[in-house]
């Protein structure tokens, strides 16, 4: 028997790593990570992602699962219910880091498995509604930026004219150093050397400001 740890991370600011600790501070002894990177379980089954198809090939009853809630699984009603049932059906035993729950297709006590089938049935509508919950935030987040780019937000206004710009670029140039062109252009030293520092920058904040 062995027990493998799935995960999932679908930006690039979680890490498998990650999971992986959570599992193992919780208890779990994992003899192997399964794990898929930058796949979003909104939008792709289980069964679909690169290393999600391959817990069908290499699961073998007697086997644990863990995730570290059944979101890694998928975010899909449908998708998460049949998954842990098909799971279930080939003596698998699915656990979560996350309250620690168990789903177990043993049982053959009829009160055991409606608790079980209800249990599941509401982990994965939970898992939708988050997943409802993320797209509605996204959506969100595009409409307030179309809004921003409406409305031209333009950044801090730049300490230097286009004139000013061009005669601290052209100086820089001829090596000219900094102290000499402050002196020149009338602008302080720290404008010159934010102009030095990034160029393309500077030329973009005064086009910003006409």
């Keep these: 028997m062995a027990t493998v740890l799935y995960a999932r991370v679908s930006t690039a600011d979680q890490t498998i790593e990650h999971q992986r600790t959570q599992a193992e501070a919780a208890g779990f002894v994992v003899d192997r990570v399964i794990a898929d990177h ?25 086997d644990v699962l863990v995730v570290r809630w059944v979101d890694r699984l998928g975010r899909n009603y449908a998708d998460v219910c049949d998954t842990i ?9 699915i656990r979560t880091v996350i309250n620690g729950l168990t789903f177990d297709g043993a049982t ?14 509401f982990m994965a509508a939970t898992a939708q509604a ?27 206004k730049p300490s230097y004219s286009a004139d000013q710009l061009e005669a601290v670029r052209f100086m820089l140039s001829q090596s000219a150093g900094v102290g000499q062109i402050a002196k020149a252009t009338g602008l302080s030293r720290q404008s010159v050397y934010r102009i030095k520092k990034d160029p393309a920058a500077a030329e973009a904040a005064v086009q910003n400001w006409p």
């Design 38 to 62: 930058g796949v979003s379980g909104i939008s792709t089954k289980l069964a679909e992602r690169p290393e999600g198809r391959r817990l069908f090939d290499i699961l073998r009853g007697g």
């Design 85 to 93: 049932r098909e799971f279930m059906r080939g003596g698998v035993v």
């Design 108 to 121: 053959t006590d009829p009160m055991q498995q409606a608790v079980r089938d209800a249990m599941i049935a």
């Design 130 to 156: 988050n997943a409802e919950a993320i797209k509605e935030a996204q959506r969100s987040g595009i409409a307030l930026a179309r809004l921003t780019a409406e409305t031209k937000y333009r950044g801090r």
